[in-house]
């Protein structure tokens, strides 16, 4: 069974760093893109980045570039997001989901299963 | 940027057919996908490439996508059904784009 285990819920201060896991389990890990994607309270999804196990150069959407970074330990098949300095807005629950490439439309993949999300909150 | 724009709601009566519409310049050349997310928990996938359902997912919800617009449509909708429902397609330049969602509220 397909399995995304993400770590719990966090509190933060404002400044702070905070780096959040997502643990693949039940297929090849280093085989599929993960992507991460936000979630404010009360709104809807939004992307925020990409990337495949195996290769270091990440995929961000404008929004977030150069606010988090993301990173992989494959041996232990966990993905991370990371902040340096944590903002207010920054507060939202971050979900990672496996992108899988449709057999009709290779190019145009989708997210096949979620993890359950990070709550993060930042709050002085 | 691409841009999807779908109703803030939909309301239909117990029984009846929702049909949740994304739209989206040339729509019909992508391949959307639909994900249903209930309150306080993770999105779901229900339709990829336009029409399909992945295991699990009853045939009473379906999808279509022609011109301009994408249609994610539930038959003899439930109780169990309300949700909040998101469009996504893939863009060359921005990767990932997500319809603002519509919540479904059953009458």
């Known amino acids: 069974e397909v399995q995304l285990v993400q770590s719990g819920a966090e509190v933060k201060k404002p400044g702070e760093s905070l780096t959040i896991s997502c643990k693949g389990s039940?297929?090849?890990?280093?085989?599929?893109?993960i992507a991460w994607v936000r979630q404010m309270p009360g709104k809807g999804l939004e992307w925020v980045a990409s990337f495949y196990p195996g290769d270091p150069d990440p995929t961000f959407s404008p929004s977030f570039q150069g606010h988090v970074s993301v990173s992989v330990d494959k041996s232990i098949s966990t993905a991370y997001l990371q902040w340096t300095s944590l903002k207010a807005s920054d507060t939202a629950m971050y979900y990672c989901a496996r992108r899988m490439a449709g057999s009709r439309a290779p190019n145009q993949p989708y997210f096949d299963y979620w993890g359950r999300g990070t709550l993060v909150t930042v709050s002085s | 940027s691409y841009v999807l724009t779908q109703p803030p709601s939909v309301s239909v009566a117990p029984g009846q057919t929702a049909r949740i519409p994304c739209g989206g310049n040339?729509?019909?050349?992508?391949?959307v996908h639909w994900y249903q997310q209930k309150a306080g928990q993770a999105p779901v996938l229900v339709i990829y490439?336009?029409?399909d359902r992945p295991s699990g997912i009853p045939a009473r919800i379906s999808g279509s996508n022609s011109g301009s617009t994408a249609i994610l449509t539930i038959s003899g909708v439930e109780a169990g059904d309300e949700a909040d429902y998101y469009c996504?397609?893939?863009?060359?330049?921005?990767?990932?784009?997500f319809g603002g969602g519509t919540k479904l509220t059953v009458l």
């Open positions: 490439d336009d029409t």
């Open positions: 040339n729509i019909g050349t992508k391949s």
């Open positions: 039940g297929y090849g890990f280093s085989s599929y893109w």
């Open positions: 996504h397609v893939w863009d060359r330049s921005r990767d990932v784009v």
